[in-house]
């Protein structure tokens, strides 16, 4: 990676943060906790990938169209956010991987 791209990298994540920034409190909030949680268990392409620039789109559907955010998520956001990344490797995917794929370990 160049030091352009980490430039670029760190000017478009600037920008997806102002975007967030702009939301409504109740939206911002949620957006919040659901990068907290994807953060944590969510895809490996989580940063590079288009998942939260998307949830910012479509947060910012809802709040032009005055749906409160729960109205858009629905009442459990974690399982909305399962929903998002049911099909994409996680982390956990990756390691688990990693070790069935060790030495020694085949018809374990």
């Known amino acids: 990676m160049s030091v352009h791209d980490m430039i670029q990298g760190k ?18 909030i949620v957006y919040q ?3 907290r949680y994807l953060f944590k268990v969510g895809p490996v392409d989580l940063l590079d990938g288009p ?3 998307g949830i910012v789109d479509f947060f910012e559907e809802g709040a032009a169209s005055g749906r409160g955010v729960l109205d858009v998520t629905g009442h459990d956001v974690a399982a ?3 929903d998002l990344i049911k099909d994409s490797p996680t982390h956990a995917d990756v390691y688990q991987q990693s070790l069935d794929n060790k030495p020694g370990t085949a018809g374990k």
Do not use: K, S
Not at 16 to 23: D, I, S, T
């Open 11 to 28: 000017r478009q994540w600037r920008a997806h943060r102002a975007r967030v920034q702009a939301l409504p409190p109740d939206y911002r």
């Open 33 to 35: 906790e659901m990068q």
């Open 51 to 53: 998942l939260l620039p």
């Open 80 to 82: 909305f956010c399962d």
